[in-house]
Each structure stands twice: as structure tokens, then as C-alpha cells.
């Protein structure tokens, strides 16, 4: 349990607007504290809004014994941040916007916000790249077959990670849901898609931590990638970006 109470947190986050963020017209105070479900060491998320910056930034801080993580924008910034995440599936912005207590109270600005991110958030993110889904295919598809080599126990529990992230991405993708962020939030996200599919990576993670991983949960994992289209390896291409090219400075002969 959190330290500190909502009302805490919400009245710390009416400090720094008036203090540190004087300038701000409004925030959002977010997370898990603001919901009343905050552990021990859950921290502040903090949406401040000004009218116009020279940039936005993020910073993080103790306020009073509180962690605080500020994201602090104008209105332009925080419509790029909203619909880049819109386009790319994630919703972590949108998910503090919507969930958040404005301080220091409602006003037109922050209430046509919040109802914007939260159309967005009911709608859905638009259909995947197919060749998101390919790609993700394909690192699932590796990441199986470096289980199949069996790895030492220490790069077993990387590899089990990675493909936890990769193929639980890959399944909230293809169910046209946002991702969040990885971590805890993408696990959240999969049990609230597909319970019995977020079981079932569960049971493979507890299996390599107490050392009772085998064939049967490779056997596992592949039958889940099965589910998600099947794995992909022959014939698969990706075109690097444009961007990768550059002037060789290593290269004697060209001097």
C-alpha cells in the first residue's frame, strides 16, 4: 500500500503547479496513487500543461517525500505525443490524460483534452502494418528456436523475456488493441485481451525461474505463435530504413 492517500497526492500535485510549474495553466495528477491502488513505491505521474514551450521534456523528482515523474507539454506538444501514440498503438499518455484529476480543477481547455483521448482510446488503434505483424512473426519465430537450442539457464530467462514482450505485442496487435508500455502495463493488457493466452506465457515464465522448463512449454509457445499466424522465417524481408546511410569514415581507400 502507497504511503501516501489520492488526496495527498492530487494536493502535492496543486503544490508544484503553483510552484515549480507556476506558469502552467493546468495538470493532470495520474498513476496509481491518484486511482488509490498504489504500492510502497509507486510514484506521481504528473501531465503538465503550459500554453507554449520552447520543447517539452520529462523529469523526475522527490516532492516531499513523494517520487514524482512530470510530463510537461503545451497544447501543440501534447496532441503530437497523443497521436503518435494513437498511430503506433501505445496509450500511455492517453491512459494518464483520461484517468487523471485535473488540477486544480475542470476548465474547457483540459476537459476537451481528456475527451479527445479518450476517443481515441474507445476507437481503438488503426489496423496494424502487415509488416508490423511480419516482423514480429519472425522474432517470435527466432526467439523459439534459440529456446530450442537450449540456452544456459541465465540466457534462458533473457530469451523468455524478450519473447514474452515480443509475442505478447504481437497478440494485441493482431486483436487491434493498444499495446501500452512494456512491462507491467503489457501484461495488463494481455490478461485483459486474452486471459487463457497470458496464463499460458505465465506458466512458461514461472517454469524457467524454478527450473522446470522443457519441451513441452517450447512445444507451449510454439502453439501459441500457431494461434497468431504461424511462424515465419523463409522468405521473410525487411528493407532498412533510408536513414542508415551515411559516409563511410573508415574506409582509407576513399580519402
Known sequence: MSRFSPQQAIAFAGELLAGRYSGAEFAIASGSIVRGNGTATSDLDLVVIYPALKGAYREAFIHRGMPVEAFVNDYETIQGFIDREHRNGQCSMMHMLTTGVVVPGDMEASKRLQSYARTLLEAGPPAPDPAVIERLRYFVTDLIEDLRGQPPRQE???????????????????????????????????????????????????????????????????????TLGGRLFEGYHQDAPADVRTDVRWNVAKQ
Do not use: W
Open 156 to 226: 534462458l530467462c533473457s530469451i523468455l523475456y524478450i519473447l514474452y514482450q515480443t509475442i505478447g505485442e504481437l497478440r494485441l496487435r493482431q486483436a487491434n488493441m493498444y499495446v501500452g508500455t512494456l512491462g507491467k502495463h503489457l501484461a495488463r493488457s494481455l490478461r485483459a485481451c486474452d486471459p487463457s493466452f497470458a496464463g499460458q506465457l505465465d506458466d512458461v515464465m514461472r517454469a524457467a525461474h524454478t527450473g522446470e522448463f522443457g519441451e513441452d512449454h517450447i512445444a507451449l509457445v510454439a502453439a501459441l505463435l500457431e
